[in-house]
């Protein structure tokens, strides 16, 4: 894959928001679709859910309005960054789909990665430990179990990866970036 700064600033930068439950494994393909792009030259930017949230707005929590809060914010960042002349990866739940709605409108390029798995398999994964605190009650509203994640009907990727490798969903990924940015 090749394409110039230049050309990606000219373009007016791709977003690429990878949503689903958490644990789905957003963070894992932004990470490795990142470093393949490095890897190429193109200018990469991850943003991740998590971080932002603790740097940029610690106080938004996790009720309908926050969300939609919190979602807003990171698009507009998203594509300010984006323009800059990147790719700009947002591992994001995102769980209204008229919020995605509303980020994918203002973006100039934008593709929906749907990264979906059972909340079962993403209950087992646990990778942060959160759903054994959600069964303890110690977390509430919690996006698949007390809270609403409303899928994306038509997303430009779909990975089931309970079923796909971490490499194939990547792959997957990639492919549509590429086809995008000729
Ligand atoms: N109640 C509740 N529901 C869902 N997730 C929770 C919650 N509380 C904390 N976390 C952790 O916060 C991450 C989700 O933040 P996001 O900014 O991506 O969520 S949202 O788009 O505003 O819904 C999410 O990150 P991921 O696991 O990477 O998805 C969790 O680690
Ligand atoms: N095909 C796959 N794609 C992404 N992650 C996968 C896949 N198969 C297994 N996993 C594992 O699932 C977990 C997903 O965690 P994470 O990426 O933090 O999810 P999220 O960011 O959606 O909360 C990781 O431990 C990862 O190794």
């Given amino acids: 894959m090749s394409v110039s700064p230049h050309t990606l600033r000219e373009k007016g ?16 393909i932004a990470q490795a679709v990142q470093q393949s792009l490095t890897s190429f030259g193109i200018p990469a930017v991850f943003l991740d859910g998590d971080e932002v949230r603790k740097q940029m707005h610690p106080t938004l929590g996790f009720s309908k309005t926050d969300r939609e809060e919190n979602v807003r914010r990171i698009g507009a960042l998203a594509k300010t960054r ?12 995102a769980p209204y789909r008229s919020t995605r709605q ?13 990264v979906d798995a059972p ?6 994964r646990d990778p942060k430990g959160l759903y054994r ?4 009650g110690e977390i509430t509203q919690f996006t698949g179990i ?16 309970a079923s796909e490798s971490i490499e194939e969903s990547s792959q997957r990924v990639l492919r549509a970036i590429a086809e995008s940015l000729r």
């Fill in 102 to 114: 509303e980020v994918r409108a203002i973006c100039r390029a934008y593709l929906e990665v749907f």
């Fill in 146 to 161: 007390d809270a609403p994640y409303e899928a994306p009907v038509e997303p430009e990727i779909h990975c089931r990866t």
């Fill in 119 to 124: 909340l079962q398999t993403c209950e087992e």
């Fill in 13 to 28: 930068g791709l977003v690429v928001w990878l949503t689903g439950l958490s644990g789905a494994g957003k963070t894992t």
């Fill in 82 to 93: 984006a323009e800059e002349g990147a790719v700009v990866l947002v591992a994001v739940i």
């Fill in 133 to 136: 605190r959600v069964r303890r």
